[in-house]
């Protein structure tokens, strides 16, 4: 009896002492018991989306953008009487140019251009063309930028026209003016004939037979002269287009040492229309 007590108490013990936890494992490093955190999965761009624009990280840049206006003012003058194609054409501004409070491009800053083609107007039909490139800028502190840029606009006093599309001008038609010499011409000979006619006693042919000849005489001096010439004269002021930017550099817009000058596109300007003048006439008695 007392032995199965003893071995009822013993096995308990052992019940309990298996029951008992163990000692709490040693703490490790941090990077052993801390968890990666995975990674936040980035969405691909689309495939045709388009590239995001690079930003300028220099604040010291200044950049004139595609498309800007600057307004000019012709230096010389250019006709289609005599130029010919690879002739200078020279400009300056007359207008400032702003870019992030900064002007950019002065009044007074020389732009230079060239004339690439010439089409004289014809005798009958056809009128007279320039075709004009922009090609350099040059500030008043001697900074140069090179470029081509195109006319965006023409002086609106001028006759001339501008094609925007191709960058050319066109001098006006003249067939009002053609028109006026002729019948100015059938005018003057129908009086000389009436009055050849009633001396002779035949007032009525007289005046047809010197109508006649009056309207060719005036549909010859049609054929002999030309239509009016295009022409860029000096003071014309115009709009040129920049199709491309332009970059400058704070130290580039430095003009305190510039030299001051007097504009020199003072000028009379486009010519008048020669529809309005009264060049096509004929001496009547």
Not at 44 to 49: G, K, Q, V
Not at 189 to 209: D, E, K, N, W
Request: aromatic letters at 4%.
């Amino acid at each position: 009896m007392y032995l199965r007590s003893t071995l009822v108490v013993f096995a308990a013990v052992c019940i309990l002492t298996a029951q008992e936890p163990g000692p709490a494992p040693a703490p490790g490093p941090a990077s052993e018991t801390s968890t990666a955190t995975p990674p936040t999965p980035t969405s691909a761009p689309a495939p045709n989306a388009p590239l995001p624009r690079p930003v300028s990280t220099n604040s010291d840049e200044l950049v004139v953008a595609v498309g800007t206006r600057v307004p000019l003012s012709m230096i010389n003058s250019v006709s289609t009487k005599t130029a010919v194609p690879g002739e200078r054409v020279y400009l300056e501004s007359v207008f400032p140019i702003l870019v992030n409070g900064h002007v950019v491009i002065p009044p007074g800053s020389y732009v230079a251009g060239t004339v690439t083609e010439v089409k004289r107007p014809g005798r009958v039909k056809g009128r007279g063309e320039l075709y004009v490139r922009f090609d350099s800028l040059t500030l008043p502190n001697g900074v140069t930028r090179d470029f081509r840029a195109r006319m965006g606009s023409l002086d609106g006093r001028a006759p001339e026209t501008l094609d925007k599309s191709e960058g050319k001008v066109k001098g006006e038609g003249d067939k009002g003016g053609d028109a006026k010499t002729i019948g100015e011409g059938a005018g003057i000979g129908a009086t000389v004939g009436g009055l050849a006619g009633a001396a002779a006693g035949h007032a009525g042919m007289g005046a047809g037979l010197g109508a006649a000849a009056g309207a060719t005489a005036g549909l010859i001096g049609v054929l002999l002269t030309r239509g009016p010439d295009a022409i860029l004269a000096k003071g014309t002021t115009m709009e040129m287009v920049l199709d491309r930017p332009l970059e400058f550099s704070t130290a580039d817009i430095d003009f305190h040492n510039a030299m001051p000058r007097a504009q020199s596109s003072d000028g009379p300007g486009p010519q008048p229309s020669r529809k309005s003048q009264n060049n096509n006439h004929w001496p009547i008695p």
